[in-house]
């Protein structure tokens, strides 16, 4: 099972971009699947998107389609979302996860967890 630790989160103002990253380690990287969700406070956990193995294959939820971009980059162990223009919705702790389908968009379909990322956007 691979062990995941999220980082790049912060405040960022409306309209800015932020990077983050999730580099894993205890397993082979490459063969997993690799997704984002998000929870806004008050909300359920929510999938953002997601990337198959070789990071050809990529999915998006419609809130952030043309905003975000997932990639990985399995000689570093690392995947990456890059956010582009945040807006206050976007608020939310951001989690990286592994699992076996990148067509699946269930938080049960991925068994390795990060700890989360805080990220917030202001108005």
């Known amino acids: 099972q691979l062990q995941l630790v999220e980082s790049g989160g912060g405040l960022v103002q409306h309209g800015g971009s932020l990077r983050l990253s999730c580099v894993a380690s205890?397993?082979?990287?490459?063969?997993?699947?690799m997704a984002w969700f998000r929870r806004a406070p008050g909300k359920e956990r929510e999938f953002v998107a997601s990337?198959?193995?070789?990071?050809?294959?990529?999915y998006y939820t419609r809130s952030v389609k043309g905003r975000f971009t997932i990639s990985r980059d399995n000689a570093k162990n690392t995947m990456y979302l890059q956010m582009n223009y945040l807006n206050p919705e976007d608020t939310a702790v951001y989690y990286c996860a592994a699992g076996r389908r990148a067509t699946s968009m269930a938080p049960g379909a991925f068994g390795s967890w990060g700890q989360g990322a805080q990220v917030t956007v202001s108005s």
């Open positions: 205890g397993s082979t990287f490459s063969s997993y699947a």
């Open positions: 990337i198959n193995l070789s990071g050809g294959s990529t």
